[in-house]
Each structure stands twice: as structure tokens, then as C-alpha cells.
């Protein structure tokens, strides 16, 4: 029995800094013993397969320190299985089929958050924009995209997810990393 897995890996391949290409990421993955290896972009999206005997936090503990012993650098990784990432386009709070990828984005969490994190934000203030919380899952409804969010921005800010890694990911790779999880990749 195997189970299929998205390795999400934060903050490589930005501005030509922490340079991890994809090709190596693949041959880190295989020697770690992971079959069926496949990336997505170059930000830092791979998808394996793992025998039964793996945990979300094993794979996540041994791809961090292969990474690091491969170039040198840390890189903060969740890893997530196809249930999971199923889950959180299923519970998205906002209609996800009528807009554009670059108008939802996920932040994935390596731990749970609760409305109290998000206390001194003036939500109010950042209308249209919203977010909503799920397991493990921040979800950004930035009408303008990402880079023109004023709440993604307040958001980035790193006293709120204080001690969890947290990385985003935009609605169309979301849907691609059910996709390439699934049963029939």
C-alpha cells in the first residue's frame, strides 16, 4: 500500500535566491526512496508516492534534511496527502469555479490557527478582500490577485502564524496538486 503526497516547499527560487531546480528536487526525491515523482512550476511543488510505513511528518522531516545536505540551505516543507488537499477545495468558502486562479490563493499551515490570531486585523478595512480559515488552510479571496492585495500583504506579516511554516499557493496549482494526487495522474 502506498500513499500519493504534494510536497510544498516555501520560499525557493525567488529572485534568484535559495535556487532549487526542479530536476535535482526530483533526484532528491528518488533517493530518498519515493517512486513516481513528478514536479509542478518551479516554485517548489513535487508529487510522490511513499510506502504505507511514511507519515506527513517523516516524508516532511527527511525531504528537509536531504535538501539541506543537497544545497546547502533549509527550506521549510508541508506535505500533504491527495485526502488533504481534496478536503481543502471541497470546504473553500468562496466560489472557487467562478474565479480566475490568480483570485483565490491557499496558504497552507503546518499547524492549526483560530480566529484569535487575527484579532487586531480590521477585516473591514481590506473589503472586497477576504480571508476564511480550514484545517490547516488560510483562504485569500484577493479580487486584483495576490500581488495587488493589501491583505495579502497584512497577512504576510510574520507575528501572525508566529511558530507554524505557512506557504501559498494560488487556486489553479491547488487544483492541479488534487489532480496530479489522484488516482489516475
Known amino acids: 500500500m502506498t ?4 510536497l ?3 520560499g525557493i527560487n525567488v529572485g534568484g535566491h535559495r535556487k532549487v531546480p526542479m530536476a535535482e528536487l526530483r533526484s532528491v526525491l528518488e533517493g530518498l526512496g519515493y517512486r513516481d515523482v513528478k514536479t509542478y512550476l518551479q516554485s517548489g511543488n513535487a508529487v510522490f508516492t511513499a510506502g504505507a510505513d511514511h507519515s506527513d511528518e517523516t516524508v516532511r522531516q ?3 534534511a536531504a535538501i539541506e545536505k543537497r544545497f546547502g540551505f533549509t527550506v521549510d516543507c508541508l506535505v500533504r496527502d491527495h485526502d488533504y488537499l481534496v478536503a481543502v477545495v471541497e470546504n473553500c468558502p468562496f466560489p472557487a469555479a467562478e474565479l480566475q486562479g490568480k483570485q483565490l490563493h491557499a ?3 503546518s499547524g492549526a490557527v483560530d480566529e484569535k490570531r487575527f484579532a487586531g486585523l480590521d477585516r473591514d478595512a481590506f473589503l472586497p478582500e477576504e480571508f476564511a480559515l480550514g484545517d490547516r488552510v488560510l483562504y485569500l479571496y484577493a479580487p486584483e490577485g495576490l500581488g495587488r492585495s493589501k491583505l495579502g500583504e497584512a497577512l504576510s506579516r510574520p507575528a501572525l502564524f508566529k511558530g507554524l511554516t505557512v ?9 492541479k496538486l488534487v489532480e496530479m494526487t489522484g488516482p489516475h495522474s
Open 8 to 10: 510544498l516547499l516555501r
Open 62 to 64: 527527511a525531504v528537509e
Open 107 to 109: 496558504f497552507y499551515l
Open 167 to 175: 506557504t501559498a499557493r494560488n487556486w489553479n496549482t491547488v487544483v
Open 3 to 6: 500513499t500519493t503526497y504534494a
